[in-house]
């Protein structure tokens, strides 16, 4: 339905019109944008806009509107309004078409127009065109509104009256604003504590003055309600009514503030003593300690119990007060003991046989934010559930749960994205220099606890000094050199190479460097890398897979002008393979020509695999189009004369969604279980047929194989006369260790050392060659090999005669306690 202002109006617009009263065109706009809201229904629904006609519109396609996103600055009209009149004084309402039903359900009746698309958060701008010019505006189309005193997130801003339209400038003082998540909870306007105050702006000078809608709705005096009792309250989702709220400030954050109360029963364990007071961009004016009523609406966002709808806050003048953390042990055990301590101060503690550590830092150049977990793993991290056992459906889904009862995210009190510098916690600068490493124990972490379900599944904690947050980094520094020593004739390293590409771009077939300034931070990063692990083979993963061997080709140019003692080649240039397989990537293997020749070589396809294996394949492939095509090399060493075969491999990942026995079975493998398996059965069965042409019982199965220890395509090999020779973790994902990256050694073989080079899963990705979201430049350090990729390198020392009996022994004695650690 439309609003009018009067039915008067309408006649005196036809005797005008009559009597040719009224100019044909003018110069000014006849409609003005007066209202928008971002609702609260679910996906913020409804979007829309209110516009009002100070004159009469023959034809509103004339005008159109305009959404600019996040700051972004990209003014331009979006759609035309429908080609219809609007009488003066008549108000027009315009919506998305996804939020039709959502606008008739929340305010009560149908829009206008449902057909433009008015995809606004409570952050975004709104411009009114008319004739290819902007008439009239809403917000700063520069910057991004979260944060700002007009932000409406959940919420709206109304024009006031005898305002407008103010053309391509924003003019705030021209608006009321609820402000944000002032319309949290609500299912109706007409129900709402602080409603949309559609149909009320007056146009003109003797117009009346837009009704401000009050902060808080006109009630009795109010007497303070316990924190408590408003918990409990929150608990049964009973929000939206005004309350009087006494305590005192514990933490003031960008947003708000914590507010906490001394219990009245102390033996209270169920509800919290604390609060969150949300004030948007307005400042309470408070600081810690401060004594304070505050006068708001119980409210609620993402989980987090919150008084909101522009809170009054009052300085009272009592004493100050500091409470004292509570202690919260990780694990927890319930976690509705996180409930129970919402918005209080805590301070974190390891409970009994576990250690706090760091464990998840992929949002740290983004947000700000990481992960610390409690462990009671020997060494001190937390591991993915196949990586210490079998894959079970019923333990996995324990596991997972289990993680809610260990895991806290460190905050940074930021709102922006993409801060410069980076501050881990708000208190811990981290950068290339100053890395945040995981596994490094978290000695001390204080602040108020919160949850916000819309930006992860843990709970949250904020510090706020130095004195809340310490890290003792000595727990796991840096090694800026592999581990081991040269003690064997050959080095052999597998390295993942966060997909080396030529070709640079954004979209999807570009995989690697995004433009040629990245390109050039990786390939720094990876010459030193590689140059600092000083190996006789490489086998390498993620290489760019194009007709003509370019990427294979540059590398190892590269890699002979860093490495001037060295002359490298690869075997895909000497046995002329353009490509290998048809994926994206490949694998390749780097060798220096003047230690070892290349005696053979063979690529295995899908037309070698064994019948028998290819139709237990859901898909019937194996290799052409889900793992990549295994490499085989053959080498003979030029000091001992003797052969080595590598095999080096990438088998298909755990992402995606299979099918039949591809399918997740949820019991911690992931998709393509069956495939990875049927990858390793292949391997094993074209090994016994000598591939390459060359028979030799010194043979090494390297690669990414995408699964962990306990999981089915690694016990097929270890079951198989494979040892795995390192045992170590190479991959860090969402929070837990884990070994995706692996040397296999035939038993046998005269393994001298062999380690796991823990130069990327420890490390944030912020120092890695990426500059994805406008990430600052600085961080970036190329004289150093730290986050080269996402996986480490594995790194062995070996000699090509067999090993003493003592040797012998040892390694008969780890092949069965691998197999016995399997089974159980």
Request: charged letters at 15%.
């Amino acid at each position: 339905r439309r609003l009018c202002h009067s039915r008067s109006a309408m006649l005196m617009l036809r005797i005008a019109v009559l009597f040719g009263l009224l100019e044909t065109t003018r110069a000014e706009s006849c409609l003005t944008l007066t209202g928008i809201i971002d609702g609260p229904l679910p996906d913020g629904k409804p979007k829309a806009a209110e516009l009002f006609a100070t004159c009469p519109v023959a034809d509103a396609s004339v005008y159109g509107i305009g959404v600019v996103n996040n700051g972004n600055g990209a003014s331009g009209q979006d759609f035309a309004l429908p080609s219809v009149a609007i009488a003066a004084g008549e108000y027009f309402y315009i919506t998305d078409p996804a939020s039709t039903s959502a606008f008739e359900q929340f305010l009560g009746f149908a829009a206008d127009y449902g057909g433009g698309s008015i995809l606004i958060n409570g952050n975004d701008c709104l411009e009114l065109w008319q004739a290819g010019s902007v008439v009239d505006v809403f917000g700063n189309i520069t910057v991004d509104g979260t944060g700002q005193a007009w932000e409406y997130m959940d919420g709206w801003a109304y024009r006031v009256s005898g305002t407008g339209p103010d053309g391509a400038t924003f003019v705030p003082t021209n608006w009321l604003y609820s402000g944000a998540n002032a319309l949290d909870g609500e299912t109706t306007n007409a129900a709402a504590v602080i409603p949309f105050p559609l149909g009320t702006y007056s146009s003109g000078a003797d117009a009346p003055a837009s009704p401000s809608p009050p902060s808080i709705p006109p009630s009795p005096p109010l007497e303070c309600t316990p924190i408590t009792e408003l918990q409990y309250l929150a608990s049964l989702n009973s929000f939206g009514s005004v309350y009087l709220v006494c305590g005192w400030v514990t933490r003031v954050v960008y947003n708000g503030f914590f507010m906490q109360e001394e219990k009245i029963d102390p033996d209270d364990s169920i509800y919290s003593s604390g609060i969150f007071v949300y004030m948007g961009a307005t400042s309470a004016g408070v600081v810690n300690g401060d004594a304070v009523e505050v006068k708001a609406a119980l409210g609620q966002y993402g989980n987090l119990h919150q008084l909101t709808s522009s809170p009054i806050v009052t300085k009272t003048g009592a004493a100050e007060r500091f409470f004292d953390p509570v202690e919260l042990t990780l694990p927890v055990l319930n976690v509705n003991k996180l409930e129970a301590l919402q918005s209080m101060l805590v301070s974190v503690q390891a409970g009994s046989g576990n250690t706090v550590v760091v464990s998840e830092y992929y949002n740290l150049d983004r947000y700000g934010e990481f992960v610390a977990c409690a462990s009671n793993d020997d060494d001190g991290r937390l591991y993915q559930f196949t990586a210490r056992n079998a894959p079970d459906e019923t333990d996995y889904a324990a596991h997972v749960v289990d993680l809610n009862s260990k895991c806290l995210t460190i905050d940074d009190n930021l709102s922006t994205q993409n801060p410069n510098p980076v501050k881990a916690g708000s208190v811990y600068p981290v950068d290339t220099a100053s890395t945040l490493r995981g596994g490094s124990e978290v000695t001390t972490l204080i602040g108020p606890l919160y949850v916000n379900t819309g930006f992860g599944p843990y709970y949250r904690v904020q510090p706020e000094s130095t004195a809340d947050l310490v890290i003792n980094q000595a727990t796991n520094l840096r090694a800026a050199i592999p581990p081991s020593g040269r003690v064997g004739e050959l080095r052999i390293a597998s390295s993942n190479l966060l997909n080396y590409f030529l070709s640079v771009g954004t979209g999807s077939q570009f995989r690697g460097a995004n433009s040629e300034a990245e390109f050039g931070r990786q390939v720094q990063k990876t010459l030193k890398a590689l140059t600092t692990m000083n190996a006789d083979i490489y086998c390498v993963v993620e290489l760019e897979n194009l007709a003509g061997n370019g990427a294979a080709i540059d590398l190892v140019d590269r890699l002979n002008t860093a490495s001037p003692s060295r002359a490298y080649t690869a075997v895909s240039i000497e046995a002329g393979y353009d490509t290998i397989g048809t994926d994206a990537i490949k694998v390749d293997v780097l060798y220096d020509t003047n230690k070892l020749e290349l005696v053979g070589h063979a690529i295995l396809v899908d037309a070698g695999v064994n019948s028998s294996l290819l139709s237990q394949s859901v898909s019937g492939i194996i290799f052409d189009g889900l793992s990549r095509v295994p490499l085989a090399a053959t080498f003979r060493s030029m000091s001992s004369g003797r052969a080595l075969t590598v095999v080096v491999n990438h088998f298909k990942s755990k992402g995606g969604t299979g099918t039949g026995g591809d399918a997740d079975q949820n019991n911690g493998a992931g998709s393509f279980n069956l495939v990875r398996t049927l990858s390793s059965k292949a391997v094993l069965e074209w090994l016994d047929g000598t591939p390459t042409g060359v028979t030799t019982d010194n043979i090494l199965i390297v690669g990414d194989l995408n699964a962990y220890e306990m999981e089915t395509p690694i016990a097929t090999l270890t079951s198989s006369g494979y040892s795995d020779v390192t045992e170590d973790y190479s991959y860090l994902f969402s929070g837990q260790f884990g070994s995706l990256d692996y040397v296999f050694a035939k038993n046998g073989m005269n393994v001298r050392s062999a380690s796991t080079w823990h130069v990327n899963a420890d490390e944030p990705d912020l120092i890695d060659y990426n500059l994805d979201f406008g990430r600052s430049p600085a961080l970036f350090d190329g004289s150093v090999p730290f986050r080269f990729s996402d996986h480490d390198p594995v790194i062995v020392e070996l000699n090509l005669s067999p090993p003493t009996q003592l040797q012998a022994v040892l390694q008969g004695l780890q092949t069965l306690i691998e197999s016995i650690f399997f089974c159980f």
